[in-house]
Each structure stands twice: as C-alpha cells, then as structure tokens.
C-alpha cells in the first residue's frame, strides 16, 4: 500500500510560482508512474502532469505546458510539480497520485494511490 502526502500549497499571486511536493511510502517509488492531477470547485478532476515510471519521460496538459515542470526525486520517494506565472484559474485542490509500472497517463483510471490534495490559491 502506497502512501501520498502532498505539501506545499497556498495562496498565490497571479504570475507568482508555487512548488508542490508529494511525498511517497510503502511501495518501490522507482517502479510508479507519477501524476498531479487538480480539482476546482465544482469541476471534475484533470490532468496536470506525469512521468512515466522506467523513463525521463514527462507528459503535461495543454494549459500548463511552458509553465510547469514535473520532478522526481526517487532517492527521496518525492515527486514535485514546479508551476510558474500561475493564473487565477490555476485555483484548485492538487493531487498526487501513482501509477504501478505506469506509463504517466493522463486518466484518473490508471492511478492506484492517490493523496489527499494541497490546496492552490491563485488571487488576482
């Protein structure tokens, strides 16, 4: 059993930067897929970013790319999410999750674990 713990979150200014952490235990953190995944409030959940668990490979959603970097450190079961020149509809509750041997997809589906969430306040 996997065990996400994100941090990191708060409030923001537009065009400000935030970095959020996720914390892994209980599972071969090497052998995970890594995905952030947001909610706004009254919205269902979207992919933010992932990368593949045996690879560099790194996969973003369109409204993020060229703003948002995807990091793992596997020596430290830690995986962040670096987001830059953030916009008040980046607003929402961000989710860490796993994926066994995944391939960093960008359905919710393919994710076994997931955390509790970090909220990401963006005021204009």
């Known amino acids: 059993q996997v065990q996400l713990v994100e941090s990191g979150g708060g409030l923001v200014q537009a065009g400000g930067s935030v970095r959020l952490s996720c914390a892994a235990s209980?599972?071969?953190?090497?052998?995970?897929?890594m995905g952030w995944f947001r909610q706004a409030p009254g919205k269902e959940r979207e992919f933010v970013a992932a990368?593949?668990?045996?690879?560099?490979?790194?996969y973003y959603a369109d409204f993020v790319k060229g703003r948002c970097t995807i990091s793992r450190d596997n020596a430290k079961n830690t995986v962040y999410l670096q987001m830059n020149s953030l916009k008040p509809e980046d607003t929402a509750v961000y989710y860490c999750?796993?994926?066994?041997?995944?391939?960093?997809?960008?359905?919710?589906?393919?994710?076994?674990?997931w955390g509790r969430g970090t909220q990401v306040t963006v005021s204009s």
């Open positions: 209980g599972g071969t953190f090497s052998k995970y897929a």
């Open positions: 990368n593949r668990w045996n690879s560099g490979s790194t």
């Open positions: 999750a796993a994926s066994y041997q995944g391939l960093g997809s960008r359905y919710v589906s393919s994710y076994e674990y």
